[in-house]
């Protein structure tokens, strides 16, 4: 069974701080895919990102930044010089690819990031 | 048009009545996903749709019945529902069913049960 762990419930950051959103992860598949999703306050779950397990280089999108390790099991989220509108909901999550001939999606328990202005 | 349009946005229902919730894609996406979000809680996976047929029911009661009646259209019709009914309900969309790919969320209908 997949499981996705988000072990910060709640996290708050002062405007411009960095700051890293974390997620461990547990699957059996060698083939699987991890997103990142955030959901701000209007409720739509909007995609951020998509790594396989095959492709282990970080990737930098702007002040978002993703860093992958299977040794660990882990892939984490970090936001540089953080914005008031970078508050949100942020879910880690899970698909095994062609798991049951549908993309069944695990979600982990989300982070609630406030950034105080 | 990367759009995922829902309505009602908001909906407040008793425990004997009948309503829909409605959700739209003009993306051309051939699957198309029920979510049920309790308050601070993950989304929970109810239903997927694949060409406009019902290919997945997470062992959803029956009190839920999903309609998909064109490949554009998702409907979630509501009845007897239960106080812990209540949630947001998200509908989503992705171009195949099979792939594992990113999905596109709606806002969600907000949904009381009195």
């Known amino acids: 069974a997949q499981k996705v762990t988000q072990a910060q419930t709640e996290i708050s950051v002062v405007e411009k701080e960095d700051v890293t959103l974390d997620c461990v992860y547990e699957?059996?598949?060698?083939?699987?895919?991890l997103f990142w999703y955030k959901q701000p306050p209007s409720g739509e779950l909007v995609f951020l990102i998509r790594?396989?397990?095959?492709?282990?280089q970080n990737e930098i999108s702007g002040r978002y930044s993703w860093n992958f390790q299977k040794s660990t099991s882990s892939f984490n989220f970090t936001i540089t010089a953080s914005q008031v509108v970078d508050s949100a909901v942020y879910f880690c999550?899970?698909?095994?690819?062609?798991?049951?001939?549908?993309?069944?999606?695990?979600f982990g328990t989300g982070t609630k990031l406030q950034v105080i202005p | 048009d990367t759009e995922v349009t829902q309505t009602p946005k908001h909906l407040v229902m008793g425990m004997t009545n009948k309503k829909s919730l409605k959700c739209e894609q003009h993306?051309?996406?051939?699957?198309m996903y029920w979510y049920k979000q309790k308050a601070k809680k993950p989304p929970e996976l109810m239903f997927v749709?694949?060409?406009?047929?019902?290919?997945i029911n997470e062992s959803v009661p029956s009190r839920f019945s999903p309609e998909c009646p064109n490949s554009s259209l998702l409907n979630l019709h509501l009845h007897a529902l239960q106080p812990e009914d209540s949630a947001l309900y998200l509908c989503?969309?992705?171009?195949?069913?099979?792939?594992?790919?990113?999905?596109?969320f709606g806002s969600g209908t907000q949904l009381s049960v009195l």
């Open positions: 790594r396989n397990s095959f492709d282990e």
């Open positions: 999550a899970l698909s095994e690819a062609g798991s049951g001939g549908y993309q069944k999606v695990t």
């Open positions: 989503a969309s992705s171009q195949y069913r099979d792939r594992v790919e990113k999905l596109f």
């Open positions: 699957t059996r598949d060698t083939t699987y895919y």
């Open positions: 993306m051309g996406h051939r699957a």
């Open positions: 749709y694949s060409y406009e047929k019902l290919s």
